[in-house]
């Protein structure tokens, strides 16, 4: 049902995203105190949180308008976009480098001072990836992480050798960003954008569509990120530190998840202009299963060298962020499949209001549960409630896809035998092809 190959890129590219974050979240634990990593864990935490508003708006409306759209109709949808984009992301910055300039918080008023430098580059390179996303343009994907990989690596070793306070590595972010949007803008022909029509009817029509994303975005993405909020201010920001380095290494079992959602909402939109329920219902369930058998050994390595690895990349300092990592792996690669690729297939079918309805539920739920266990049992109650709120969710979204195409979780965990079938037939076939032509060299 998907290409194995344009999987294997979307892997790719979204592993070197991981590994950004990763390598970032082990640079400051290695060269800062604990209290500034959890500093730097709740500004990372803001910065995804208002990342995530932004592109609920921008991000689903623009692929669910491009798909399919040729010369003019197309660049004036891309046009609309990126001015929608930029203007979004030019008002947040300048809101919270005020907050800094007030000195709201004093622990984060430098990072957030400097924050429009990270945030307006990335805004435009996160556009620019949604564009290439939409056409399934992967290649290009990497060579755009491949630009903020080489600019991270020359900007972190100067910052280390400088021995530079913690705001100088948003300005490293700052100018990877901006590099990386460059290189976006050059390959999608930037004077195409700028020739192209800006329309205010679909400009509304963006924003009409987007609105049922901010929505999601604001309750989703708050609720994920709401026990970093809480743990900075109901505990301490050593202990939101800790959490952070658990979501980090959590991220590396999001990498498969990620490249298969990013696949299947541009599928999931053709089969349904096609009106095609039953490859939707299919493309769901065998996605799903080849979710879950990635996942699986994924998980179990996690659990088991989660103290040790801890302990190798960020110091033994940290290692009490093993169990919390345990749990959160769990409960992200057993429920995410699920939830990604409910999110996937209803706005495919022009439903957004079931998914807002769904996710701002369990947003409620996560952040009502997360403050009282919190205040309660302390850190751990940060990776009880998600998994209690995740649960819940998990049957109620059964019962609507159940209802809305058929879809059958139960069918989902059978496939996954097959999943691996198919893929060990794929890379048989795959090596079989690679003989024949070496052969016939």
């Not at 939409?134 to 990989?149: A, G, T």
């Not at 913690?166 to 960003?177: E, F, H, K, P, Q």
């Not at 930037?190 to 329309?199: L, P, V």
Request: charged share 10%; hydrophobic share 50%; with cysteine.
């Amino acid at each position: 049902m998907l290409n194995y190959q344009k999987i294997a890129w979307t892997l790719i590219n979204n592993s070197l995203e991981i590994v950004i974050g990763l390598g970032t979240i082990v640079l400051v634990t290695r060269i800062h105190t604990p209290e500034d990593v959890g500093v730097w864990t709740v500004f990372t935490a803001l910065f995804f949180f208002l990342t995530k508003v932004r592109e609920g708006i921008v991000q689903t409306a623009l692929v669910k308008f491009s798909a399919g759209l040729k010369s003019e109709s197309y660049w004036r949808v891309l046009k609309t976009s990126f001015v929608i984009s930029l203007a979004l992301e030019t008002l947040i910055s300048l809101l919270v480098a005020t907050v800094g300039l007030l000195n709201v918080f004093p622990k984060l008023t430098a990072l957030l001072i400097l924050y429009p430098f990270y945030a307006i580059g990335w805004s435009v390179y996160r556009w620019s990836l949604f564009v290439f996303q939409s056409k399934l343009q992967v290649e290009v994907i990497f060579r755009m992480n491949l630009v903020v990989m080489l600019m991270l690596s020359l900007g972190f070793s100067i910052t280390i050798l400088g021995a530079y306070p913690l705001w100088a590595m948003v300005l490293v972010l700052g100018t990877s960003s901006c590099c990386a949007a460059t290189y976006g803008l050059k390959n999608i022909g930037f004077q195409n954008i700028w020739q192209g029509k800006f329309s205010p009817t679909l400009l509304g029509e963006l924003l009409d569509f987007g609105k049922y994303g901010l929505v999601r975005e604001i309750s989703g993405t708050l609720s994920t990120r709401i026990n970093v909020f809480l743990s900075a201010t109901l505990l301490s920001f050593t202990e939101a530190g800790l959490l952070g380095i658990a979501q980090r290494f959590t991220q590396l079992v999001l990498i498969p998840n990620a490249a298969i959602q990013t696949l299947i909402f541009p599928k999931a939109c053709e089969f349904n202009h096609q009106q095609k329920n039953d490859q939707l219902k299919r493309l769901f369930e065998e996605s799903v299963a080849m979710l879950l058998g990635m996942l699986l050994p994924l998980v179990i390595t996690l659990s088991v060298f989660a103290s040790s690895m801890i302990e190798f990349f960020n110091g033994s300092t940290y290692v009490a962020a093993a169990p919390l990592l345990i749990v959160m792996v769990f409960t992200v690669a057993l429920y995410s499949p699920f939830g990604n690729g409910f999110g996937s297939i209803i706005n495919a079918i022009g439903k957004p209001k079931l998914n807002v309805r769904v996710v701002t539920v369990n947003s409620v739920i996560n952040i009502t549960l997360s403050v009282m266990f919190m205040s309660t049992i302390g850190l751990y109650g940060a990776v009880l409630a998600p998994f209690i709120t995740e649960t819940f969710g998990f049957v109620w979204i059964g019962t609507i896809l159940k209802k809305e195409l058929d879809i059958s979780f139960q069918r989902c965990f059978l496939l996954i035998p097959n999943s691996y079938q198919n893929f060990y037939n794929t890379i048989r076939q795959k090596l079989r092809s690679e003989g024949e032509r070496y052969d016939s060299a």
